[in-house]
């Protein structure tokens, strides 16, 4: 019997300069905590643009052509999501990419998901509690540098 569901397909972004990364304060329906630049594709969007527009969004910088570092995928149970009434799985799919930085400063989302950015340094990320997605992306990209 196949169960309903439905998909969420996201583009996130791990920026590092020296010993800190870029991330986003996720301030959603009672949520919050520090994640990547990123979010949801929108309708004839493709990931790298995806990308690119959500850090814009978030940070204020643009960036520039992303590396694919990898795709993590998350099942989020009907009773933990934020929507509706009736909600149902969610197959949350996340693109994840290496990008450098090429022109803005740093700024925070207006009307958005997120609150604020900031460079923090990664002796400090745990501190945080950020996402898991954080620690994804950094795998990811240290494994891509073997």
């Known amino acids: ?13 791990v920026i ?7 991330l986003s304060h996720w301030n959603d329906h ?9 979010g949801g594709l929108e309708a004839r969007e493709d990931a790298p643009a995806a ?7 978030e940070t204020g910088y643009t960036i520039g052509t992303p590396e694919l570092l990898g795709v993590d995928s998350l099942f989020i149970e ?3 999501r934020f929507t509706g009434e009736n909600p149902r799985l969610l197959h ?8 450098q930085i090429l022109s803005g400063e740093l700024t925070h989302e207006l009307d958005g998901s997120t609150d604020e950015a900031a460079w923090v340094p990664l ?8 996402t898991p997605l954080v ?5 990811l990209a240290i494994q891509s540098r073997t």
Do not use: C, N
């Open 92 to 99: 949350a799919l996340r693109i994840i990419y290496r990008a």
């Open 51 to 57: 990308v690119v527009r959500e850090v814009r969004e």
């Open 123 to 130: 002796q400090k990320v745990p501190e945080l509690g950020p």
């Open 16 to 22: 590092l300069r020296g010993e800190s990364i870029l």
């Open 135 to 139: 620690q994804v992306g950094l795998r």
């Open 30 to 38: 009672g949520y919050s905590s520090w994640t990547l630049p990123g």
């Open 1 to 13: 019997m196949a169960e309903d569901f439905d998909v969420r397909i996201g583009a996130y972004a």
């Open 78 to 80: 009907p009773e933990h």
